[in-house]
């Protein structure tokens, strides 16, 4: 693992995700919406998602072999130790999925592609977020204090003395 791969994103911190043989790999066409949230920009649930269900592909353009350690795009996301998917095109809404340490959604791999499941039922209203993985949140998340929803609520209750 060289340094400049250590930006990438990684789904579930490096487990391979255990796919349920029903999931369906094709995002459901849910009503979603780009809005300021706590940490810039967030990704939101204009309707109900439903758990288990397809919400969104993270795609982009595939880095040619190499490109991963040189490219300086924020939305590089690791598929595997020989894909990298550059997901900053403008059509990619999926790159305004933020963090979270308690998240709602999650990102998993097929034929390598990334598609971001519901973990649980997800309100009109709520934000989407998932895991980063550990690596990310060390090297980019951790230095300047998360922001997600459970971390910003955990900072408020720290009684002031
Ligand atoms: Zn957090």
């Given at each position: ?137 060390d090297d980019y998340i951790k230095p300047h204090g998360c922001r997600c ?13």
């Amino acid at each position: 693992m060289t340094k400049t791969l250590k930006k990438t994103k990684e789904t579930a911190s490096g487990r391979k995700p255990a796919a349920p043989a029903r999931r369906r790999y094709a995002p459901g066409g849910f009503d979603v919406v780009v809005k300021r949230s706590s940490a810039g920009f967030g990704l939101f649930a204009n309707e109900a998602i439903p758990k288990g269900a397809c919400i969104i592909e993270y795609g982009g353009r595939v880095l040619e072999p190499g490109e991963e350690f040189t490219a300086r795009s924020k939305y590089l996301f690791e598929v595997s130790s020989k894909k990298t998917i550059d997901g900053s095109p403008r059509w990619n809404v999926a790159r305004y999925i933020n963090h979270s340490c308690r998240p709602n959604s999650e990102a998993e791999i097929h034929r390598g592609r990334v598609f971001i499941f519901a973990k649980r039922t997800i309100k009109p209203g709520e934000e989407l977020a998932y895991n980063y993985g550990k690596t990310y949140f060390d090297d980019y998340i951790k230095p300047h204090g998360c922001r997600c929803l459970k971390c910003t609520a955990q900072r408020a209750k720290v009684p002031a003395k």
